[in-house]
């Protein structure tokens, strides 16, 4: 039989080989399956394709052209790739079912573009961007969609780069880094104000953020830090010192832009795509639709085995883009034990006015597939 073949990067992907429902090593639901190829960072007159365009720009004005691109990488990778190849713990909560969609026990939908740095150093590259779509469980709002982009930057320092600074090596990558992603955040807003934050990696050390100052909050743009030395040494780089950095383009396109709501990316209407050309970083997106949200609001009783994000694919897979957000309003536990949440779940397309009878309808239907598949007791 003519299976749905798809192919990225010259792999060929069955759709039998990604969606087993049933099958308890597999949780890739339809929905994600549909994303997958569709490469949004590929077109050039796409916001996402547009960032990526720009950024590329500033490094090849920086480093004289020197940075390779890949951006055709398969995003279904092993669960080493993903994960071991960066040192994440055996542990660590990111390798969960929760949070990580698995295509089988040893298969996953990338989750960051870390997963290539590791084959990439091997290939013997030491300056590189991978660009790629990133899949991720997760709950729904307006900044929160299980697919989107991330730029993946990787530059490995020689042995004379490190001598001729006053620093020892691991202090030089860290303020070489730092001013780079300046200098990017520079060409790509203008002035604007940030800040660095420590935080924590497993594959970098030290390890940061760069907050940027936007419509009144601190939002994190990306994460990035010094390579652990374990990653440079299994994959030939014995003596020398590299950074990372992994940027979110949706965020900085949200900011870019003037996009409200993440889901847009994703829109094929022609009033969101016509407002879009190659080479013009941040022309303003015009809404062409503010149509009222509607909420409907579920209560029932969980069991051991809930969770928000098995809830939030749930809807994701009955109502697909007309849900803007699912949000905990009430929460309590009775004198017997039972715990109760209530969910207000927010409808709205960005396309069109819904009617009351089609929101009736998808509620009725998320009601009925949240009580039988996640096995709790509506109330
Ligand atoms: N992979 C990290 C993430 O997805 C970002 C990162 C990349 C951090 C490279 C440090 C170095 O959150």
């Not at 940027?212 to 994460?223: A, P, R, S």
Request: glycine letters at 6%.
């Amino acid at each position: 039989p003519l299976a749905a073949l798809l192919e990225i990067g010259g792999v060929k992907i069955a759709k039998d080989d990604v969606v087993r429902e049933g099958d308890p090593t597999n949780n890739v639901p339809d929905t994600i399956f549909s994303k997958i190829g569709l490469q949004l960072h590929r077109r050039d007159r796409h916001p996402i394709g547009i960032l990526k365009n720009a950024i590329y720009e500033y490094f090849d004005e920086r480093h004289e052209g020197k940075f390779v691109k890949f951006d055709d990488l398969c995003p279904i990778v092993s669960v080493k790739q993903n994960f071991d190849d960066v040192l994440v713990p055996a542990d660590h909560v990111s390798r969960s079912y929760n949070d990580t969609y698995y295509v089988d026990a040893q298969t996953v939908l990338r989750c960051h573009t870390s997963a290539h740095q590791a084959e990439i150093l091997r290939k013997g590259h030491t300056h590189f961007l991978v660009t790629g779509d990133v899949y991720r469980r997760d709950s729904i709002d307006s900044t929160h969609y299980p697919v989107f982009h991330q730029m993946e930057g990787f530059r490995v320092f020689s042995k004379d780069e490190c001598r001729d600074s006053d620093m020892d090596a691991t202090s030089h990558a860290a303020a070489d880094l730092k001013k780079s992603l300046e200098g990017l955040a520079q060409h790509l807003f203008g002035a604007v104000e940030m800040r660095w934050v420590d935080t924590y990696f497993p594959f970098t050390n030290p390890s940061f953020e760069l907050e940027i100052f936007f419509q009144e909050n601190w939002m994190e743009v990306l994460g990035c830090g010094v390579t652990e030395q374990e990653i440079l040494k299994r994959n030939g780089r014995t003596d020398c010192v590299a950074w990372a950095f992994g940027l979110g383009l949706e965020r900085l396109a949200m900011v870019l832009f003037d996009i409200p709501d993440i889901r847009l990316f994703w829109s094929t209407d022609e009033r969101f795509t016509s407002q879009f050309s190659k080479g013009q970083l941040g022309a303003k997106f015009k809404p062409f639709s503010k149509f009222p949200p509607c909420y409907k609001d579920m209560s029932f009783w969980i069991n051991e085995s809930f969770t928000e994000n098995n809830l939030c694919e749930v809807v994701r897979g009955i109502a697909g883009d007309l849900v803007e957000e699912v949000k905990l309003i009430d929460n309590f536990t009775n004198k017997k034990g039972m715990t109760s949440h209530c969910y207000r779940i927010a409808y709205r397309s960005m396309e069109r006015s819904l009617t009351d009878d089609e929101i009736n309808q998808l509620q009725w239907r998320v009601r009925e597939t949240v009580e039988n598949k996640l096995n709790v007791t509506l109330r």
